[in-house]
């Protein structure tokens, strides 16, 4: 008989299922979307290791998040591959009782054949990869650190050979910076069996220069793929999928465009955020997070327990009433937001 508690829910009825995990704030790309050089420059200070959640803390709370109705995890960054021995943390996550998905957000830079091996084997089942363009004079651009997109190719390349259970392409597309590359990136995936996912540039953080000026919608990018290579709607797979998707007619699979901009979908949203150093976002524009590490390296036994654990994971999401892009038209006092390099995507 399970042991497992019935799955939370906020003030809004949305339950928790989805946990996303940042394992570092380190990345080897300066996108100018996420970590511009102008902030994340040389002198940039870095997390030290020391403050870093180990994997032993974050497998404590992702079985705390599991007993409370969460299925998927999703390791993200910074850049995930950066941190060593990821594959003992895939292995400890996956062997929560509960846990049904385990998926990685990379640039695919550092994916070589022997790592995805390595990553699948300790249970990894899916794989998003972040290409912001088919050309290298829009890619280098945008990573703004002279990888080409051949790299990352190679990279998706090594995941495909490793059959893992999804490959998906996320291409976040900001007018005026690669809004051309759109047609490009839905041809070359075309037929590959691997979904390209175009994402509305966001007002995440506080250091991309996010103008609504610059946002391509759902709309308008779906009218720009149909015009060449026409697609017709497709049902979520389930309530709270991120992705509006669509079908090619010719049977050339299907892409996803996350819309959070021009049509928000906080009414569904089942997502929490634990940062690298063990702070707990609702919301990925939130501006403040909860201290779960002191709880879990206090010293009195009492007050790091497992219950304890589980209790402030309640007393937390129980209360939450985050729909940020439901009401950013509405709100007259911007608040510094946090970055999305600390969080994740």
């Known amino acids: ?17 989805d946990l996303r995990v940042s394992v570092t704030d380190r990345c080897n790309f300066r996108c100018v979307y996420c970590m511009p050089k102008d902030v994340f420059d040389k002198q940039y200070k870095f997390l030290p290791r020391k403050e870093l959640l180990s994997f032993e803390e974050i497998e404590r709370v992702v ?36 846990i049904r998905d385990v998926s990685l957000t990379t640039n695919a830079s550092l994916m070589t054949l022997k790592r995805a091996r390595s990553l699948k084997d300790a249970g990894l089942k899916r794989v998003n990869v972040s290409l912001d363009a088919m050309d290298d004079e829009t890619f280098m651009k945008v990573n703004d650190v002279g990888v080409s997109v051949q790299t990352v190719l190679d990279g998706i390349e090594a995941a495909a050979a490793v059959s893992f259970d999804a490959i998906k392409i996320n291409m976040v597309v900001k007018k005026g910076l690669n809004d051309h590359s759109v047609l490009p990136m839905a041809r070359f995936f075309h037929g590959t069996g691997q979904i390209l996912r175009f994402i509305e540039f966001m007002d995440v953080g506080n250091v991309n220069a996010w103008d609504l000026s610059h946002v391509l919608t759902v709309s308008q990018i779906a009218e720009l793929i149909n ?5 017709e709607p497709v049902e979520a797979n389930y309530r709270g999928e991120v992705a509006k998707r669509w079908q090619y007619k010719d049977g050339g699979g299907e892409i996803g465009i996350i819309s959070s901009v021009s049509q928000p979908f906080c009414g569904d949203c089942s997502r929490a955020r634990l940062s690298a150093i063990g702070g707990l976002y609702t919301c990925l524009f939130a501006t403040d997070g909860h201290d779960l590490r002191a709880l879990l390296r206090d010293e009195d036994p009492a007050k790091s327990s497992d219950e304890a654990l589980r209790e402030k994971i309640r007393a937390i999401w129980s209360v939450r009433e985050d729909r940020y892009s439901e009401t950013r038209s509405q709100v007259s006092v911007i608040r510094p937001k946090v970055e999305m390099s600390f969080i994740g995507g």
Do not use: N
């Open 1 to 17: 008989m399970s042991t497992q508690t019935p799955t939370l829910t906020d003030r809004l009825s949305r339950p928790i299922h």
């Open 63 to 98: 079985k705390a998040f599991a007993e409370q109705g969460v299925t998927k995890i999703r390791l993200t960054g910074g850049e995930p591959l950066v941190r060593t021995d990821l594959e003992h943390l895939i292995e400890k996550v996956a062997a929560v009782e509960g």
């Open 227 to 231: 015009a060449e290579l026409p697609i």
